[in-house]
């Protein structure tokens, strides 16, 4: 069975950093893409940054330049720096993962951000 475990969430204070990280187990393929959605209370979860089997990466306008996503050599783990932290930057944090045709998704990791 496919898990995702994800790690590092928090309570920061505005302009400071984090990092996230996301593990797949279960599974002897690796991922064809992973990322992080985020979920703030009353809104919709939104993509916030996703790494392709390339290497190819994509952000949300809103983290360009403050959030790096990355991953390890077998491209089962994936980690979120994120920077320059801000209070609208609080949600939870989900990772996924692209399998074989599925999505997995990680339990959520909370990341507050005071002003």
């Known amino acids: 069975q496919v898990q995702l475990v994800e790690s590092g969430g928090g309570l920061v204070q505005a302009g400071g950093s984090l990092r996230l990280s996301c593990a797949v187990s279960g599974s002897i393929f690796s991922p064809n893409a992973m990322g992080w959605f985020r979920q703030a209370p009353g809104k919709q979860r939104d993509l916030v940054a996703r790494?392709?089997?390339?290497?190819?990466?994509n952000y949300a306008d809103s983290v360009k330049g403050r959030f790096t996503i990355s991953r390890n050599s077998d491209k089962k783990t994936v980690y979120l720096q994120m920077n320059s932290l801000r209070p609208e930057d609080t949600a939870v944090y989900y990772c996924?993962?692209?399998?074989?045709?599925?999505?997995?998704w990680g339990q959520g990791t909370q990341v507050t951000v005071s002003s």
């Open positions: 790494i392709e089997d390339s290497g190819r990466t």
């Open positions: 996924y993962a692209d399998l074989r045709g599925s999505r997995h």
